[in-house]
């Protein structure tokens, strides 16, 4: 089963098209297995993605946020002498990439590092205060509205 009917979910729920759009597109979506990468939950609200881009430096590659949407992008620039090298076997993948990962709400980037051939993204959920849950105090009754004149 490769689709989901989601109408009778919005019949009742106001605002989740993106949620649709989300289910779809992973359906649909026929993953990429270049680069290989760990998503891993480190605390409560700190999550780590790592990926493995052996070849590529810093200056090769390119994290951007966007709309809830986290893309890393690598490129590989080739000179002349590169191009002329011959190989008898090419087993390391040097090729541009592109990988997306949809992040939930109030989820960061924190910091990402590039070492032993590793690119480590680091994510913080930072909940604002105003959407953390808080407790209302109902207030008592006065006795104003017992004690006025009825007409």
Do not use: C, W
Request: aromatic share 6%; glycine share 6%.
């Amino acid at each position: 089963m490769r689709s989901f009917d989601l109408s009778p979910l919005f019949r009742t729920s106001v605002g989740f098209d993106r949620m649709a759009r989300m289910m779809d597109a992973m359906a649909q979506d026929a993953s990429p297995s270049y680069p290989p990468y760990n998503i891993e939950k480190l605390g409560e609200d700190s999550y780590r993605i790592t990926m493995a881009v052996a070849g590529f430096g810093d200056d090769n590659l390119s994290i951007e946020v966007k709309e809830n949407q986290l893309r890393v992008t690598g490129r590989l620039e080739k000179d002349e002498e590169e191009a002329e090298r011959q190989f008898l076997h090419r087993g390391i993948a040097e090729r541009a990439f592109e990988r997306r990962f949809s992040l939930a709400d109030h989820i960061k980037v924190k910091d990402a590092t590039l070492e032993n051939g590793l690119l480590h993204i680091d994510l913080e959920r930072e909940v604002p205060e105003e959407a953390k849950p808080r407790q209302i105090p109902i207030g008592a009754s006065t006795d104003k509205a017992k004690s006025l004149p009825r007409s």
